[in-house]
Structure formats: C-alpha cells, structure tokens
C-alpha cells in the first residue's frame, strides 16, 4: 500500500512537473466531459420536460380521432383538432364521480404565432409539469374577466409584453388570418418559465373565447356585423364546445376503465388517450436525434482520450531517464508501468472534476436565461445513475488510454535498464 | 564443487559480491564479460577500471540483477540473483543496492530531500533500517545531507536548481540512504572538476564505510584508483587461458 502510494505521488508530482504540454491534454477531457455529460443532461431533460409537459393528467379526451394528433394539440399545441367535443358532453365528464379535476381547453386562435388557450382556474390550480411543479404566476394574476389574458412566459420575453399592454388574436394561426381587432384583450398577468409548452401560450377564459366569436359564422366575421366588446356581455356565452379536456383520477388505477367507459359511451364519438403513453410513443419516433447527438458527443470524447494517450506516448522518450532512474531505485518494470498508467488516471479524474465544476457553473448561469429564451429547462441536478456510468466510462476509457504508453514504459525499461544515458 | 565452495565462502564472511565462472553476451554480439571470481567482501571499496565498451556498465546490471548471466553465479548480499523472480531481484536490488551515476540522477521535480528519502519509500528494508539507525527517515536524510555537506537551505530546493557537484551529494546521499550492503558507482565523478572529483570520492568512501557499506567504482580515470583498497580491471577478472 505504501508503495502504491508512492508510486501514485510520483505520479502525480512528474505530471505536475510536466504542467505545460500536459494542460492542453486536460483541457480537451475538461471539454470532453462537459460536452457528454452537458448533452446528457440536455437530452434527458429534454426528454423529461417533454414526456412531463403535462403531469398527473391520466387520461385526455378529445373528439373521436388520432391519439398523436390529440396529444399535439391540446399539449404541445401544435397542428389542429379535426373536431370538438361538446360542452354537455364535456360536463358530464367532469360530472363523472372517479373524476378529481377535469382542465378544459379550447383552442384555435392565435397572437403572432404563438397559441391561445381558452380555460378556466382549474388550469392554474391542477396543471401539473416536471415531477408534478404547479404553475406559478411571475406578475399580475389568472385572468378573471372578459377580455383578460395571461402570457406564458416565452410569450411574454419574445414579444415584450408587460402587464396593462392590449393585444389582439387572431383567428386562426396563418399568414391570411383574420384578426379579433375589434376586441382587444389586456395582459392581466404572466407566468413563470416552465420549460413546458405552457411558456408558449396565451390563457384567457372559456368566456372570453366565445365573446370575441359571436359575430362570427363559419370562421368569418359575419358581414356589416359589429359587436362591441361591451354588448358581448349580453350574449350567452356559455361555451358550446372545448378542443379537450384534461382529466385526473381519483384513484389512477381505475384508469383503463374511465377509458373504456368514455370511449364506448353512448352519443358523441370520443378518444380518451393516455397522456403519458402516447408522450412516449412520440418521442420514441421524435427522439432519432437525440441519439445522433450522444454519438456525436462519444466520438468528441474519443478524441480527446487519444490525444491523452498520444500525449504521454509522445513524452515517454524524455521520460526514459526518470524511468531508469526509478529502476535503478528498485522500482520493477511493472511499477514504472502503474505510474504511466497513474498519470493517465490523474489527469482523467481531475478533467472529469473539473469539467463537472464548470459545467455546473456553466447551467447555474445559463440555465434560466435557457429557460427562459429557448423553454428549454436546463436544471442543477445531482449526477443521474446514467451520468453515473458515463464518468466512470470516461475514467476507464482515460485508463485504458494510458494502457498503451504503459505498457511501452514498461518494455523500454527492460531494453535500458540502469543505462542513464539514453 | 563450486556450489559447495560457494557456500562456504558465502559462510566465511558473508561477502557483498560473489560471482564465480560468470559469462554473459547481449544477443548477437559476442561475449563481453567472462569473470573466474570476483568477490567484494563487507567494507570493502573496489576500483574497476576498463576502457569504453569493456564491459563495465554490463558488469553493473549483473550485479544490478538485471540481466542474467549465461553462465556461473552471482550472490548479491548472500543470495543468488538467479534464485529470484524478475520482480523480486527488482526490489532486492531496491533493498540492498545504492546506485550513482555519472548524471541524470536525481528526479528533477522533487526536492533534494525528497530524492533522499526516496528508496526508503520504495523499500521496507532500507525504510526499516534507516528507522533502526537514526528514529525515522527524515532524520536519516538529515544525517547523511549534513554528512555530505549540504547546505540546509538547499534540502528543499527542486533537484534541478542543484550545481553539478551538489546533485552529486545528493545522490550519493540517497545510495547510502538505509545503509544498503553494497554502493556501485558508474563514473559519478566525470562531470567533476579534478579537486572536486578527489573530493566528492573521499566523502563517499569516508560515509560508506560510516554506514558498513561495500563500494563498487568503476571508472576509467586511473587516478582515482589509489584511492580503494582493491583494484581491478575488467581483463583481469578473465580465467587465465
């Protein structure tokens, strides 16, 4: 054990005598380790706040069609429902007594590209993202009245909105659409980043939803027809139909038969999909790229692994001398071999500390402003297991790199001898 | 018969050096070393002179255990270098020998000390022996740096911040370190000066015999051989024809 540790200080202490030719080398596994573990730490959080966008939701009911089309629009809010479901239909869902929330949602218009949710408090009170975070207003409040709007946070930095700014949707998401402009709706409030599709959308109520819909038919404002915002409210604007609904269980296990039972119900023809299942089977087909990336990122690594051992094979020959001077202090080939292969250990572990140190430095600084610009939610976490194994295969892939030139000491050592002069 | 008279040499007075009707020849050359008998008794300080390329630094690595001879015996400190695995003649030769050079022998990114201590870190038994001497390592290495005159100030200084002469003490600081039974020399003193040469051989014979141990020099400036008590040549060891 003594020995070994000395062997170990000897390896450490020649390395460090080396410094100069040797930090380029630790600088490149410094970069190595934040680019694998960093692209790691992005694709599975990625990966989860795209499979968590939506939380203890269990089942999603929308009119009788595709699961994936279902899940895009109502979650992820993008493409379109062919159909609706009905209002009366919609309420005796909620009605259901295994029922424990049920979120409405209606959707449709749009502001400037980005998507308009038309719901209730239910939505701020039960919506659930990433390991069940509820949200969370960063100014001002829920809308409560017509013509309120509350701004995810994306929505709010791209387009620089603030509280008490007017805005006007559009109906319809398109270059050609036509606007509400009749009927401007305030910012009342905007929510914290989510890192979920939430950040992308504009909330208003159910209401506000039909309001700025009465003197329309068809799509279209009907002809010569103008309804200021102040006579709306005269109208009954009891919503006639919602693009989902978000429900939550009682007790989640009786999930397959609140499915079965929406599903077969006499009447309106519905689906009643699995959020969490059909998120994955999205990503299973979306998710390819992420596995080019992880590629992309073993090779950078590789590299920089065969430069460490490039590196040290390089220094062996000036390094002949200290080598035969430790032989000459009895030190056997084998042992001039763990010193070798120490140094390459060294250097691997104080790369991975060290590149570990900075890129938390790195997601404690960019992580918000990520957040909050792109949605894409970057958190300070513990290593994962997975994380975990790759480190120690980067370790490993360090000490293997210093195999070679170990076992090239080792044969040198043999051929010199006590030979100084080499 | 040789065995037997092997046996009771190594009985008699236990010398450092025993080697009997040795041979050896590097692959493909011809043969270099042909030894009937050289024996190097405790205390002893041998001279060895030769020209270059006679056979001296080979002379070295058999005694050293790092080659093997092709023939005949070798006893270092009473046991057969040939009875050892590779590994094991690795750290009896850690043990039992302390090794000068002409250069190049100190490890430049440690301290003066710190090259001192060095075998006793690497072998339990000059470890063992230091603390049976002195209390502790340290105190070793302080002994034999102040023994070779050494200034302390320099002690912590890298080794490569060292005048020629002074890495020279420190080296042989270092081969006497834990009292090893034999201390070889391979020309340490050819990057000396003449007054620093004579010197620096006083010293090391002057400790080595402070700490019993036999010295093996070998050298090819015949002036310094006046200096030990045995001289020989590479061409008298050979049988006589």
Redesign the interface.
């Known amino acids: 054990m003594?020995?070994l540790k000395?062997l170990a200080s000897?390896a450490a202490?020649?390395a460090?005598?080396r410094r100069g030719s040797l930090s380029l080398i630790l600088l490149s596994i410094i970069l190595s380790t934040i680019l694998l573990v960093g692209l790691e730490r992005l694709r599975t959080q990625i990966k989860d706040s795209f499979a968590q966008s939506v939380y203890g939701v269990d089942l999603l009911v929308g009119a009788r069609g595709s699961q994936t089309q279902l899940v895009l629009y109502a979650i992820f809010h993008l493409g379109g429902a062919a159909n609706n479901l009905g209002w009366d239909k919609a309420q005796q869902i909620m009605a259901r007594p295994d029922v424990a929330f049920a979120i409405p949602v209606s959707m449709g218009d749009y502001h400037r590209g980005f998507p308009v949710v038309a719901t209730d408090d239910s939505y701020l009170s039960h919506y659930r993202y990433r390991r069940g975070r509820s949200l969370k207003l960063d100014q001002g409040f829920w809308f409560k009245d017509l013509f309120e709007v509350t701004l995810g946070a994306q929505v709010a930095k791209r387009l620089g909105y603030q509280l008490d700014d007017k805005i006007v949707l559009s109906h319809g998401g398109g270059e050609m659409a036509r606007t509400h402009d009749n009927k401007p709706f305030k910012v009342v409030g905007i929510l914290e980043p989510t890192g979920s599709p939430v950040d992308r959308g504009l909330y208003i109520s159910l209401q506000s939803m039909e309001a700025i819909h009465v003197d329309w038919r068809g799509g279209a404002p009907i002809p010569g027809l103008t309804i200021t915002p102040e006579q709306t409210k005269k109208f009954n604007l009891t919503p006639k139909s919602v693009t989902a609904l978000l429900v939550g269980l009682k007790n989640r296990r009786q999930v397959f038969a609140a499915q079965n039972q929406i599903q077969s119900a006499p009447g309106e023809a519905l689906s009643a999909v699995l959020p969490g299942v059909a998120l994955d089977q999205l990503f299973q087909t979306l998710g390819q790229g992420e596995k080019v990336l992880f590629l992309v990122s073993i090779l950078v690594t590789v590299t920089g692994l065969l430069g460490l051992a490039a590196t040290i094979l390089a220094g062996l020959g000036e390094r002949r001398?200290?080598l035969a001077?430790?032989?000459?202090?009895?030190?056997?080939?084998?042992?001039l071999g763990i010193i070798i292969a120490m140094e390459s250990l060294w250097l691997t572990l104080t790369g991975l500390i060290l590149g570990l140190g900075l890129l938390t430095a790195i997601l404690a600084i960019l992580g918000p402003k990520l957040l909050l610009s792109y949605g894409v939610a970057l958190e300070l976490t513990a290593p994962t297991a997975r994380e975990g194994y790759i480190l120690g295969a980067i370790l490993l892939a360090g000490i293997l790199a210093g195999l070679g030139p170990a076992v090239r000491a080792y044969f040198f050592s043999l051929a010199d001898?006590?030979?100084?002069?080499v | 018969m040789v065995e037997e008279n092997n046996a009771a040499l190594l009985a008699s007075n236990n010398p450092a050096v025993l080697m009997t009707n040795v041979a050896f020849h590097w692959p493909g050359q011809p043969r270099l070393i042909e030894i009937e008998r050289l024996k190097i008794d405790p205390g002893d300080a041998v001279f060895v002179a030769g020209p270059s390329g006679g056979g001296k630094s080979t002379l070295l690595s058999l005694i050293g255990g790092l080659v093997l001879p092709d023939q005949g015996q070798i006893y270092l400190a009473g046991t057969n270098l040939a009875t050892l695995s590779g590994p094991k003649r690795d750290r009896f030769r850690g043990d039992r020998l302390g090794l000068i050079f002409q250069q190049f022998n100190l490890l430049p990114y440690l301290s003066a000390f710190d090259n001192v201590i060095l075998p006793a870190r690497l072998s339990s038994y000059r470890r063992n022996r230091a603390i049976k001497a002195f209390g502790s390592v340290a105190a070793a290495a302080e002994s034999l740096l102040k023994d070779l005159d050494l200034e302390k100030i320099l002690w912590l200084r890298p080794a490569y911040k060292l005048s020629v002469g002074q890495q020279q003490r420190v080296t042989a600081a270092r081969a006497l370190m834990g009292r090893p039974e034999l201390i070889m020399a391979d020309e340490p003193t050819s990057s000396l000066d003449a007054d620093r040469e004579i010197a620096f051989v006083d010293l090391l014979l002057k400790e080595s015999q402070k700490a019993g141990a036999s010295v093996l020099f070998v050298s090819h400036d015949l002036a310094l051989a006046k200096r030990f008590k045995s001289f020989l040549t590479i061409d008298n060891l050979k049988p006589k024809a």
Not at chain 1, 325 to 335: F, M
């Open positions: 003594t020995r000395t000897l202490l020649s460090w005598n001398r200290e001077i430790l032989r000459s202090l009895g030190a056997s080939p084998w042992d001898g006590l030979n100084q002069r």
